[in-house]
């Protein structure tokens, strides 16, 4: 909900959603839409793309229309909004009138910076929907579930993370099919797997755990069939990087004296993971880990074209990286 609108009439205000995450801004927008209409059922709903816009069509949607007395007025991608239009804008955001209710929203990025900077002088209530971090996600999967009434613990929600991947708007929509499904809506690993368990990510992340833990039968195994379903080789190796850079992260950060909020922060990934990364921290040393990201480097331009048979690239990467842990396997 926008800052400072919730005690006051929402007409003759106007406010700015700012940010590049999509699902956010449009939740921000539909709040916005709904206490308007709430207060002013009377009112005509308005959403207006700024591209193409002219003085005169942005005047007459502004304006009370010929059914309705209000105007609950959405002027989206405010970077797009013709220069000449900024003076006019600028004006009606000063002073929308009693029967206006005007929200603007900007996604991000430095187009359209003068006249959202003007706009922000006015000092309207604020939504800013930033983009979500990928260490962030597995907190966007636990406070999505309790804003639909479930339950689920970090560890869970990091299962999910894997599963679905990074589009939040996926992950909110796995949230809401998992705990319409839940009796008890609680978030568990079996119902993420029976649901999920055939998506690309979870076959990609599959693989990097297991190569990484040193695991190389389950590994290549889960490999093979990853490629035999059609899974994207450059999801792999992408899996396989994202794994060992953690851990190079951990090497870096661990001596720093941090605490264990910091610490995940630094490396870039969720609290609890940081008892996986000390584990493997006893298995690996920095310059394996270099030297495993090096192999995978070499995998991912093969894959894209250097190499003739990206499956023979990956099973090689994978048993390099299996090689290059300093202690065996604890299966």
Sequence with gaps: MLRGVAAQSIFGTFGLVTGPESLLAERAVTDFVAAATAERPDASVVRLESSGLDAGSLAEAAGASLFASATVLVLNDLAELPNDLNPQLLQLAADPG?????????????????????????????VDCPSIKPWELPQFVVAETRRNGGKATPAVAEVLVQAI???TRALA??????????????????????YF????????????DDAVNGRADQALGKLRWAL??????????????????????????????????????????????LKDLARLSREWTPSAVASAIQAVAVADAQIKGAGS???????QVVLAIVTKRRTPARL
């Design 165 to 167: 991947g990074t589009d």
């Design 309 to 315: 048979d990206p499956g023979f690239a990956l099973e």
């Design 98 to 126: 009693e029967d206006l209710a005007l929200l603007v929203v900007h996604g991000g990025g430095v187009k359209g910076k003068a006249i959202l900077d003007g706009l922000k002088k006015l000092k309207p209530p604020i």
């Design 173 to 194: 929509g796995a949230v809401r099919q998992l705990l319409d499904d839940s009796a008890d809506r609680q978030l568990t690993t079996a119902a993420i797997t029976r």
């Design 228 to 273: 035999v379903t059609g899974v994207a080789p450059v999801l792999i190796t992408s899996a396989l990087a994202n794994n060992l850079r953690g851990l190079g992260k951990y090497f870096d950060a661990r001596d720093a004296r941090l605490r264990d909020a910091d610490l995940a922060r630094a490396v870039g990934v969720p609290p609890w993971k």
């Design 197 to 208: 368990a055939g998506r690309a990510e979870v076959t990609s992340f599959a693989v990097a």
